[in-house]
């Protein structure tokens, strides 16, 4: 049973570029939330994706968009990339949109420079 | 707002020694999960309590989750260096969704 998956493992990119990042559900999951995680924080909610579309959105700018593919996978986009963006990006899956268990991938560590 | 304060933010004890690890909120919550974080790794989901008062056992990790459904704590016998890693408490916003809001953290090291 494949777990959350998520690429690229390791990113570095320079300020003002974009960036995109993925993530596979784990099986039987159709529910895809995004987290930012500042070193040494817990993570942030981004957004969340259910039926291929942005349900729920957390304190982000537009600069963050994502998107849902048909098979539940997802890309997290960030524009205009700045320092404060480096972070590790997590994605997490789950089944149905009440549902309260997340499965967490090894995430996306971004450095922007 | 409802936000997860944990304490102590860092922890750093004796192979062999117990300890306790706390999540507090001013709002309750329909649920807490806890979390363990090892570093360049996603958050591993290691139990949700539901019910206030609830308390469940894992090997040597006990949780236990408040009458009121507002605090919860969790409680390592017999630490192991395995245990080292961020411990993350978590429960989901009032909004009918899956909207997690994270505790603060706290940082354990066991060492040998």
């Known amino acids: 049973d494949a777990g959350v998956t998520q690429s690229p493992t390791h990113l570095i990119k320079t300020r003002g570029q974009q960036v995109t990042l993925r993530c596979s559900p784990k099986s039987g999951h159709d529910t895809v939330s995004w987290y930012q995680q500042a070193l040494g924080q817990g993570p942030q909610f981004i957004f969340q994706?259910?039926?291929?579309?942005?349900?729920q959105r957390g304190n982000f700018p537009d600069r963050f968009s994502g998107h849902q593919f048909p098979n539940y996978s997802s890309e997290l986009n960030v524009n205009a990339l700045l320092l404060g963006d480096s972070a590790l990006y997590l994605c997490?899956?789950?089944?149905?949109?009440?549902?309260?268990?997340?499965?967490f991938g090894p995430g996306t560590r971004l450095t922007v420079t | 707002t409802q936000l997860l304060e944990q304490s102590p933010q860092f922890l750093s004890i004796q192979e062999g020694e117990n300890l306790t690890v706390y999540c507090n909120s001013s709002?309750?919550?329909?649920?807490l999960q806890w979390y363990r974080q090892e570093p360049g790794e996603g958050p591993v989901l290691l139990v949700t309590?539901?019910?206030?008062?609830e308390v469940k056992k894992l090997k040597r990790l006990t949780f236990q989750f408040g009458d009121a459904r507002k605090d919860s704590s969790l409680h390592i016998t017999a630490a192991q260096p395995g245990d080292t890693g961020l411990y993350l408490c978590a429960g989901p916003m009032n909004t009918g969704f899956q909207k997690l809001v994270f505790g603060t953290g706290t940082r354990l090291l066991v060492s040998p």
């Open positions: 994706y259910y039926e291929e579309e942005e349900r």
């Open positions: 709002s309750v919550f329909s649920s």
């Open positions: 309590v539901v019910t206030g008062g």
């Open positions: 997490a899956s789950s089944l149905g949109i009440a549902g309260y268990e997340q499965y």
